[in-house]
């Protein structure tokens, strides 16, 4: 049962990658006051199956002085790490119960840096080895800032259990008292996910695609489902963490997708951020404001333990 629950969540999950890219192309083609993929099925609706197929028929193509192995098995490790962390996903039953889903999530995140470090170093290019080095000094530096606003709220909880953020949720939310902490999180997620307006590892204007730029047809197919897979992902721990996450109900699926639209809608809205800035941010402002609200929370937790403990003499 376990493994039946697993394949169809992995099946689910690819599907909505699909559907996913159909939303953000509608929407930038409404935010440009155009229409979106109309052609394919009605709406649309059928246009990411045409695209899929596309890429997978294509030929396959690979650079001359590439290291061939490395460079085929790349794209299949990235896509293996951004499925597998959705084993995740809290399910009430029928599937794995993390005690430290915590500590698997901020693992699996930090071994995609190994998958931009070898897709930029195994297509033996001058511009995509400058992608990788630029995505991967900006995913270490958000992820230490992530890493220290996740563990705010596990003091708070007091669990590695991200089941357990469903509970305690049930009459306040997160965001009510740590509103510009919210804000930086979305951020770090911007910048984890090489998202505008921190694409610097695409940068089109200069590095045409960054890190995938000798990748086609099926290598980049799966470059760009494992990318989309990882926003969704997101999207869902943001909503656990700082929404309620109330997983039983339909509204946790629609600030879903409500936390992908704002994916879409920053990248329509904000131009590329300048590099040196983006380190300034992560260095010397979201890393002091989280470790003060590592602080905060801890003395929260202390005057709370304090006020039982008067209580109980």
């Not at 040196?276 to 202390?302: E, G, R, T």
């Amino acid at each position: 049962m376990f493994l039946l629950t697993s394949l169809f969540m992995l099946i689910l999950v690819m599907v909505s990658v699909g559907f996913f890219t159909l939303l953000e192309r509608k929407i930038m083609g409404y935010m440009h006051n155009r229409k979106g993929p109309t052609k394919v099925g009605i709406f649309g609706i059928f246009q990411p199956f045409s695209d899929g197929a596309k890429l997978f028929l294509k030929e396959q193509i690979f650079p001359m002085n590439s290291n061939f192995f490395v460079y085929y098995i790349c794209p299949v490790f990235n896509l293996i790490q951004s499925l597998f962390i959705w084993s995740l996903f809290p399910f009430y039953m029928n599937c794995i119960d993390f005690n430290y889903g915590f500590l698997f999530f901020l693992c699996c995140s930090s071994i995609s840096v190994y998958g931009l470090i070898i897709c930029g170093w195994s297509s033996n290019s001058i511009y995509s080895l400058l992608g990788c080095i630029r995505s991967v000094s900006q995913a270490i530096s958000y992820e230490v800032s992530l890493s220290l606003i996740l563990l705010c709220y596990f003091f708070l909880c007091d669990s590695y259990s991200l089941i357990n953020f469903n509970f305690i949720q049930n009459f306040n939310w997160f965001i009510l008292f740590s509103f510009p902490m919210f804000f930086c999180w979305l951020s770090c997620c911007l910048a984890e996910t090489n998202r505008t307006p921190f694409d610097f590892s695409e940068g089109e204007s200069e590095l045409v695609s960054g890190f995938n730029v000798e990748y086609g047809s099926g290598g980049f197919a799966l470059l760009f489902i494992s990318e989309y897979a990882s926003i969704i992902f997101i999207s869902m721990i943001t909503c656990l963490i700082f929404l309620g996450g109330n997983f039983y109900s339909f509204s946790f699926f629609l600030k879903i997708m409500f936390i992908c639209f704002f994916f879409v809608w920053i990248r329509c809205t904000l131009p590329r951020y300048r590099y040196d800035k983006l380190m300034y941010m992560a260095w010397k402002c979201y890393l002091p404001m989280s470790l003060n609200y590592i602080m905060m929370f801890l003395l929260i937790k202390f005057m709370v333990f304090y006020h039982f403990f008067l209580l109980s003499y």
